[in-house]
């Protein structure tokens, strides 16, 4: 018998080299795993409501998920697991197809020509020359913002927080209805496990909140336990590349690619700062390769009517799980390509019960903002920005613009340009345009 270190395995993922084991790496594949299930259900519900048919689309959703993110773990060696992102999903359902009327065709044209411009970006070295251009105290308040989304959707999705429209704010949910109770109890359990540096507290804590939620009535327990996909054919290959080449529609491609661009940067930052991964500079080494898979993801995507690919912010989860190589995305990968046959069983995992993992992960990512220099009002207000930027609009890519945006303002207009790397100016131009385009 081969010693564990001359395994398959090993040679793959460099296990020991990271200080984690096959069985860490799979059960942080199967949290990270259990806190993005939602997205079987949000995805294709607002895709729906675009026109496209429900059933095509959701295995489409899964096929895209699965095989992605597994290119992500075999490629890259990085525990980032990948989705469709929700606001580029909400904006081609809602703006595009709702508002604008634009056939969902020519959206999914306008996704395959901002991966393609996500892929030339990356070969010509233009994404990795970003990050290096990046202030450090924007890259330290990444991390934090990231781990306030994080809480901010677990919040919401457990029903402790909602969006008022008649205060135009965020209010207090209903903390006695079932699910709210359910999420405050699964809260408390991982919180203790977590307290008491139980192995595995997230996964234990879904797991034992999914059967407290039976009795509740919040559990749903299914009729069966296999199905069988439907064919993915009415949504293959249904993108209009030629029509998305309207010059009108450039700000609309824009709309797609600036915020994607940079939201999967924050991910990776984000994540990576969690498992302490990043180097000195707070650089994530080689996130070239991260960078490809995340644009052919948003490319490959498009030929399946499956909007933008990006880097889903619950890999922090798995991190947290101590999951720190590409076995733990695999893992995660080959869970989402198994519900194509057992959807009904998987998904009577409640978002109650994954809402708590969520809020506690954002809890462990805030412990960056202690190395921002909060004297120096030029490092500490773009960092401000970034993160309440993100909180407020609830998108991190957004946040990450308007920082960079404050930094390079104030500190020229404080007399300390040379402080500003030439480079970011010229950065300047598309964000402003990007705000802009917004308006």
């Known amino acids: 018998m081969s010693k564990p270190k001359d395994s398959v395995i090993e040679r793959l993922f460099k296990l020991s080299s990271f200080q984690t084991d096959n069985r860490t790496e799979i059960m942080a594949g199967l949290t990270i795993f259990m806190t ?6 949000v995805v294709p ?43 580029s999903v909400a904006f081609l359902a809602v703006t595009l197809v709702t508002a604008e009327e634009i056939p969902w065709q020519t959206g999914m044209g306008m996704v395959f020509i901002s991966g393609m411009l996500f892929l030339l970006f990356t070969v010509l070295g233009l994404r990795q020359l970003i990050v290096r251009l990046m202030p450090p105290a924007i890259k330290l308040s990444i991390g934090a913002g990231v781990g306030l989304f994080i809480a901010l959707i677990g919040f919401r999705n457990a029903g402790l927080v909602v969006a008022s429209e008649k205060a135009n704010s965020l209010q207090m949910g209903d903390i006695g209805s079932p699910e709210a109770i359910l999420a405050l109890i699964g809260f408390l359990i ?51 590349i030629m029509d998305a080449l309207k010059l009108s529609y450039f700000p609309l491609i824009l709309a797609f690619f600036v915020p994607d661009f940079f939201s999967s940067l924050g991910t990776f ?29 948003t490319v490959l995507g498009s030929l399946f009517s499956v909007p933008v ?14 999951g720190r190589t590409g076995l733990t995305a695999v893992s995660t990968g080959v869970l989402f390509l198994l519900t194509l046959f057992i959807t009904p069983i998987i998904m009577i995992i409640p978002s109650a019960a994954t809402a708590p993992a969520l809020i506690l992960v954002g809890l462990t ?6 190395n921002i220099d909060f004297s120096d009002t030029t490092e500490s207000l773009p960092a401000f920005m970034t993160i309440v930027i993100t909180i407020f609009t609830f998108n991190f890519g957004n946040g990450i613009a308007a920082g ?19 480079g970011l100016y010229v950065l300047l131009i598309p964000l402003i345009l990007y705000f802009v385009t917004m308006a």
């Open 309 to 322: 690919m990006t880097t889903y912010v619950e890999s922090a989860a798995g991190v947290e799980a101590g």
């Open 365 to 370: 990512m805030l412990s960056a903002v202690k």
């Open 269 to 297: 930052l984000g994540v990576a700062a969690k498992g302490n991964m990043l180097d000195k500079n707070g650089d994530l080494p080689q996130i070239d390769k991260p960078f490809i898979v995340d644009a052919g993801g």
């Open 190 to 240: 991982m919180s203790v496990l977590l307290a008491r540096k139980v192995r595995g507290h997230l996964l234990i804590g879904i797991v034992v909140t999914t059967i407290i939620g039976i009795p509740m009535g919040i559990t749903k327990l299914p009729d069966s336990i296999f199905s069988l996909p439907e064919s993915v054919g009415p949504v293959l290959f249904q993108l209009d």
């Open 404 to 422: 960079i945006i404050s930094y390079v303002l104030i500190k020229s207009l404080g007399g300390r340009f040379k402080e500003v790397h030439p």
């Open 36 to 41: 993005m299930l939602y997205v079987l259900i």
């Open 45 to 87: 519900g607002m895709l729906a409501g675009a026109g496209m048919p429900k059933g095509p689309v959701t295995v489409a959703t899964i096929l895209m998920i699965g095989i992605v993110t597994i290119i992500m773990g075999l490629f890259t060696n990085r525990p980032f697991a990948l989705a469709p992102g929700l606001g």
